[in-house]
C-alpha cells in the first residue's frame, strides 16, 4: 500500500533547541519527496524537495535527509524560533501518487 | 513574489448547493492542482490539471466535482451538489513544470468551505 508516515504526531522543544522530525515511506515507484511547513489555518510552503539520487538538502535552518534504502527521510531543524511552530508535512508527488503524510505538529516554546 | 491567489477566503453553503472556488494560479505556471484538507486532517490530493485537461485526480474526485480554466488566468473547482462532508479548505496549487520533475509546488492560502 502506497502511503507516507510520519512521527513523532507532536512534539514539544524550547527555543534554540534542534530538532528531528522522521518520514518512512512506502511508494513505488518513488519520484520524489518533499518536505512543508504548514501554519494553521494557511497554505502548505515548500521547504525541500529531494528526488532519489539526492541525500541531503538544505534550505536555511532546515536540513532534510533522503535514506532511499530504508524509505525513511528526516527533517533536522537547528536552532528552533518560536516562528517555527507549525505542521510539517512529509509529501510524496509526482508519476499519479500525490500522497501526504498526517504531519508533525511542532511547538517551540519560550 | 509571485503567488497563487483563491476566493472567497471563506464561504458558508447549504447542503445541495453548487459552489465554484475559484483560483489564480501563478503566471508562468504550467500545472494546476487542487487540494483539500478537512478539518484535523492530513492534506488530500483531488487533481491536477495540464494543457486544458485533468492530468490526474484521486478517488475523491468523483462526479459532482470538476475543474476549468475559463481563460488564460482562472482556475476553478466546481462542486456541484454539495455535501456535509465536502467541509473542509480547499487549497488551489500550480507548479511551473512536471511536479514529478521536482518543480516546487507553490500552494494558495486556502478557501474554507463549510457545509450546513
Known amino acids: 500500500k502506497n502511503q507516507v508516515e510520519q512521527s513523532p504526531q507532536s512534539l514539544i522543544i524550547l527555543e534554540g533547541k534542534n530538532c528531528t522530525l522522521q518520514?518512512?515511506?512506502?511508494?513505488?515507484?518513488?519520484?520524489?519527496l518533499r518536505w512543508y511547513k504548514q501554519d494553521t489555518g494557511r497554505g502548505p510552503v515548500s521547504l525541500t524537495i529531494?528526488?532519489?539520487?539526492?541525500n541531503t538538502k538544505s534550505n536555511g535552518r532546515y536540513t532534510a535527509t533522503l535514506d532511499a534504502d530504508t524509505k525513511q527521510s528526516s527533517l533536522h531543524i537547528t536552532a528552533s524560533q518560536l516562528s517555527d511552530s507549525a505542521s510539517y508535512i512529509c509529501?510524496?508527488?509526482?508519476?499519479?501518487?500525490?500522497?501526504f503524510g498526517a504531519g508533525t505538529r511542532l511547538f517551540v516554546k519560550a | 513574489e509571485p503567488e497563487v491567489t483563491q476566493t472567497p477566503s471563506h464561504q458558508v453553503t447549504q447542503m445541495g448547493q453548487e459552489v465554484i472556488l475559484r483560483c489564480v494560479p501563478i503566471s508562468n505556471h504550467l500545472y494546476f492542482y487542487w487540494y483539500r484538507q478537512i478539518l484535523g486532517q492530513k492534506v488530500e490530493f483531488l487533481v491536477s490539471f495540464y494543457n486544458n485537461e485533468i492530468s490526474e485526480k484521486s478517488e475523491i474526485f468523483d462526479d459532482q466535482f470538476s475543474v476549468e480554466r475559463p481563460d488564460g488566468s482562472n482556475f476553478t473547482l466546481k462542486i456541484r451538489s454539495t455535501k456535509l462532508e465536502d467541509s473542509a479548505m480547499y487549497f488551489c496549487?500550480?507548479?511551473?513544470?512536471?511536479?514529478?520533475?521536482?518543480?516546487?509546488?507553490?500552494f494558495g492560502e486556502g478557501s474554507w468551505l463549510t457545509v450546513v
Open positions: 496549487a500550480s507548479s511551473l513544470g512536471f511536479s514529478g520533475d521536482g518543480n516546487t509546488i507553490y
Open positions: 529531494m528526488t532519489f539520487s539526492e
Open positions: 509529501v510524496h508527488t509526482g508519476g499519479f501518487k500525490t500522497i
Open positions: 518520514c518512512n515511506y512506502t511508494v513505488s515507484p518513488f519520484s520524489n
